[in-house]
């Protein structure tokens, strides 16, 4: 699967845990970006802006070699979100 592709998945995993306490992606205010490659960075953020529109939390994208999960990965989220 190519970067946009496990991009949509791993914000389809963001988005049950969001909904399971009452949030939605305008609640997330921190977002730790894991990419096995950099240079594919765009496909992940035409993704990205499908899910957050407008909204515009932090973000920190990280260059790794390897996901620990599985070899074939390339992204992996760590989002942060505050709700009342």
């Given amino acids: 699967m190519d970067m946009a592709g496990q991009t949509r998945m791993a914000l389809e ?3 049950k845990g969001l ?3 009452g ?3 305008s609640d997330v ?11 594919e960075q765009d496909q992940m953020n035409e993704v990205w802006w499908e ?6 939390p932090g973000t920190a994208t990280i260059g790794v070699t390897r996901l ?5 990965l390339k992204v992996e989220l760590a989002a942060i979100a ?3």
Avoid: S
């Avoid at 205010?29 to 950099?38: A, F, G, I, K, S």
């Avoid at 620990?68 to 074939?72: E, F, N, V």
């Fill in 68 to 72: 620990a999960t599985h070899d074939k």
């Fill in 13 to 15: 995993n963001v988005k």
């Fill in 23 to 25: 949030a939605t992606f």
């Fill in 82 to 84: 505050v709700v009342d």
């Fill in 51 to 56: 899910y957050f529109g407008d909204h515009r």
């Fill in 19 to 21: 909904e399971a306490c």
């Fill in 29 to 39: 205010v921190q977002v730790t970006r894991y990419l096995t490659d950099v240079d």
